[in-house]
């Protein structure tokens, strides 16, 4: 089915450790998001991609790498996890046009602990 | 910083009555939206208004904008059970598209 799909849902890791949260989309879209949603904030966005090879930095993207090789995935990576990147995460597309004016779709999140 | 504020940060109402959520902002916007969460899962998007536009329906959704007091509302009406979820608006702007903390919905039988 179309649709946005994140994995893992669930993921438990150690400071210090590197993980990589993955993300696939099946519309083509040109924009991919990773916002990360804490308690009392909301969502925050760490990155966004406008398209594969252009990716360009959010609200909080200290700590997290992305890439985009690919239209259909966008990655985001915790090189050195500490324990306030602990969150869920979800990652979100959107179509063409200003990112801002069109509907977001989102990814059911994966939710990450790091002890 | 969070462009959108909702109020109230939490709601609890029966089946069949009519739920309003507002949502303030600091900033001009191109766009107001508007977002669903149900636990564990996503966000979905209901609804997105143009700051050139006063009011917008959506099956019982009807969402009404303010810019000149900067503000939003989004009801409900005639809820259901599985109306119950976090409701979020989000405020697009220039490249950028800002949530807010939400409202906690419940909705009871």
């Known amino acids: 089915d179309a649709g946005i799909t994140q994995s893992p849902r669930y993921k438990i890791t150690e400071t210090g450790r590197q993980v990589t949260l993955m993300c696939h989309q099946t519309?083509?879209?040109?924009?991919m998001f990773w916002y990360r949603q804490d308690l009392g904030h909301g969502l925050r966005l760490i990155y966004y991609s406008a398209a594969a090879d252009i990716t360009d930095k959010g609200e909080v993207p200290d700590g997290y790498v992305v890439s985009r090789s690919k239209t259909e995935n966008f990655p985001l990576t915790l090189e050195s996890a500490t324990r306030s990147q602990t969150s869920v995460y979800f990652c979100?597309?959107?179509?063409?046009?200003?990112?801002?004016?069109?509907?977001?779709?989102f990814g059911d999140g994966t939710r990450l602990s790091i002890l | 910083s969070q462009q959108g504020e909702e109020d109230p940060q939490a709601l609890s109402i029966q089946e069949g009555e009519n739920a309003t959520m507002n949502c303030s902002y600091k900033t001009s916007i191109n766009n107001l939206q508007w977002y669903r969460q149900n636990s564990g899962r996503g966000l979905v998007h209901l609804i997105l208004?143009?700051?050139?536009?006063r009011e917008k329906h959506s099956g019982r959704l009807r969402v009404t904008l303010d810019t000149s007091k900067k503000s939003s509302s989004l009801l409900i009406t005639a809820s259901r059970a599985a109306d119950t979820a976090s409701y979020f608006c989000?405020?697009?702007?220039?490249?950028?598209?800002?949530f807010g903390a939400g409202t906690r919905l419940a909705v009871h039988p």
């Open positions: 208004i143009r700051s050139n536009e």
């Open positions: 979100a597309s959107s179509g063409q046009g200003s990112f801002s004016n069109q509907p977001q779709h």
């Open positions: 519309w083509s879209h040109s924009y």
């Open positions: 989000a405020c697009g702007g220039y490249n950028k598209l800002i």
